[in-house]
């Protein structure tokens, strides 16, 4: 297992090391295989382009679809990059607004956390570079889910956690966070929300993309409960390889809130930023592989048992 990680680190440390202009061009070598020859997940991507855009012909789709491989060729090669780009390389490509005026609402509302919800769109991985911008004061965090290979697994550790953050893993999101407050901490927390959950974690659903979609509520219950200020990460792609994200104030009180409401405000931002250019979120998630009928027909079950 040390052999095979370290073989991987390797491999990807040296690919890093080219300019990512020769990584572009191996990322458009790469769409084609991708793309046209093993198909990577063609019939899923397909699928939830279809029913996400009804409005929209076989052309059209078609296009959306072979743009989203070209990009997430493009996150893959930039997600490679990361291994040896430098600090003010990062803070060139990956540019962030709205940071102020989260601290700011931290001190003025005299709390320790400013929660943020992500989506995997445009380059997730390099929005944990935000660690750069917010000052020694603030604790940059992200909730991860981890990876089934342990090698992988520490790989992307690393990655995420080079520019001085730290990942928490999903199952220790409220220990973590508990303990942070006690401490006084104050914390940025990202809580990427847009996958699908397992059956006994789905408590709400949302229009999403013209389906009932089953969301997780995780974020909402936390904030609520240690009284962190909310906002959306809104991220634009502005040129390959250039990004910028911007921090959208959602509430500074979340307990004030009806239940879901929150968590609803999240999925029609998250829904708008995809409709702005949808090529840019990760289609090849089997995202609504549970329906709201079977969830139903489960919960029936379960309480005539």
């Not at 001085?164 to 104050?186: S, Y």
């Amino acid at each position: 297992m040390k052999f095979a990680y370290y073989l991987v680190f390797a491999l990807w440390y040296l690919l890093s090391l080219l300019p990512l202009r020769v990584l572009y061009f191996f990322s458009d070598l790469l769409y084609i295989p991708l793309y046209y020859g093993v198909r990577y997940r063609r019939n899923i991507v397909r699928k939830n382009l279809v029913g996400s855009f009804p409005e929209k012909n076989q052309e059209e789709i078609i296009r959306i679809e072979k743009k989203f491989y070209h990009f997430f060729c493009d996150y893959m090669v930039e997600t490679i990059k990361l291994f040896s780009m430098s600090k003010k390389q990062i803070m060139r490509r990956m540019t962030f607004s709205g940071v102020e005026d989260m601290k700011a609402d931290l001190e003025k509302n005299n709390v320790n956390f400013g929660f943020m919800y992500l989506g995997h769109y445009c380059n997730w991985e390099w929005i944990a570079s935000m660690a750069y911008w917010t000052g020694e004061d603030i604790l940059c965090t992200q909730i991860y889910h981890p990876l089934y290979n342990k090698n992988f697994d520490k790989l992307f550790l690393r990655l995420r956690n080079q520019f001085g953050g730290e990942c928490i893993p999903m199952r220790e999101t409220l220990r973590r966070i508990i303990t942070l407050k006690r401490e006084h901490q104050k914390t940025f927390v990202g809580f990427i929300a847009d996958q699908s959950p397992k059956w006994n974690s789905i408590h709400h659903w949302v229009p999403f993309l013209h389906r009932e979609t089953p969301i997780f509520i995780g974020t909402e219950q936390i904030a609520k409960q240690v009284g962190a200020v909310v906002y959306f990460t809104d991220v634009k792609r502005i040129k390959r390889g250039y990004y910028h994200c911007e921090l959208k104030r959602m509430t500074v009180h979340p307990q004030e809130l009806p239940d879901y409401q929150l968590t609803d405000m999240y999925a029609r931002m998250l829904e708008e930023m995809i409709q702005r250019e949808p090529a840019y979120w990760l289609w090849s998630h089997n995202r609504w592989k549970r329906t709201k009928e079977e969830w139903e027909r489960r919960n029936t079950e379960i309480q005539n048992t």
